[in-house]
């Protein structure tokens, strides 16, 4: 499709297990965001990606979250040793650029993660 | 502390009669402001967007406001419909944070047909 992807939908897993959750933006888009939104709440940024500059981490909670991206288009957020509250919607979003004109940031319908 | 925040949590219409969702912001350095719509289970999906250079800007039945001066924003849309009902999202750039959007809480809109 022409939109951001994400997988999984949804996922649960046990706390303290790692899970792995992957993006990929829109084509030809250089840049590219995770957020997270709690149940009934904004969204809160994690980290962004623009081509091959150093990705800006300012957002992640902990050294339990990581994020790559891998030939300058798809890419894994990754949560190590998972907590009950990392459970939220993660979603992912691109933009053609992330630097000069603005650009709209568009979404994916996210990852629906539950910890048990 | 910085933030964008909005005046309202809910706001229920009627079908056919105008919608107007409102936004406060704090931070006088921010320069481009956008508006989503989610929708249950959905990612947001933007709507439309304003640079600070700007006070106001049209699309297909959505206008945007910004008022600089008492940092506010607002989304109004015509002729609301059954289909506008979702959950509305201000989220603002700052210069000084890069990329990043900073979002408000969200409003439901609810269109009673």
């Known amino acids: 499709g022409a939109g951001v992807s994400q997988s999984p939908s949804n996922k649960v897993t046990e706390k303290g297990k790692d899970v792995e959750l992957r993006c990929d933006p829109i084509?030809?888009?250089?840049?590219l965001y995770w957020y997270r939104q709690s149940l009934g709440q904004g969204l809160e940024f994690l980290i962004y990606?623009?081509?091959?500059?150093?990705?800006?981490k300012s957002g992640l909670p902990s050294d339990r979250f990581s994020a790559e991206r891998t030939g300058g288009s798809v890419s894994t957020l990754t949560i190590q040793r998972t907590q009950q509250e990392d459970s939220a919607v993660y979603l992912c979003?691109?933009?053609?650029?992330?630097?000069?004109?603005?650009?709209?940031?568009?979404f994916g319908d996210g990852t629906r993660l539950s910890i048990l | 502390g910085e933030s964008v925040g909005l005046h309202l949590p809910t706001l229920s219409v009627q079908e056919g009669d105008n919608s107007i969702i409102n936004c406060a912001y704090s931070?006088?350095?921010?320069?481009?402001f956008i508006w989503y719509k989610q929708e249950s289970g959905k990612g947001p999906q933007f709507i439309i967007d304003?640079?600070?250079?700007?006070d106001k800007r049209q699309g297909q039945r959505v206008t945007v406001l910004l008022n600089k001066t008492v940092k506010h924003l607002s989304l109004q849309i015509a002729a609301t419909q059954p289909g506008d009902s979702a959950v509305y999202f201000c989220?603002?750039?700052?210069?000084?944070?890069?990329?990043?959007?900073?979002f408000g809480e969200g409003t439901q809109l609810t269109v009673n047909p």
């Open positions: 979003a691109s933009s053609l650029t992330a630097t000069g004109l603005n650009q709209p940031q568009h």
């Open positions: 084509s030809g888009h250089t840049a």
């Open positions: 990606f623009q081509g091959n500059s150093a990705p800006d």
């Open positions: 931070n006088s350095a921010s320069d481009y």
């Open positions: 304003i640079r600070s250079n700007m």
């Open positions: 989220a603002e750039r700052k210069e000084t944070s890069g990329s990043r959007l900073t």
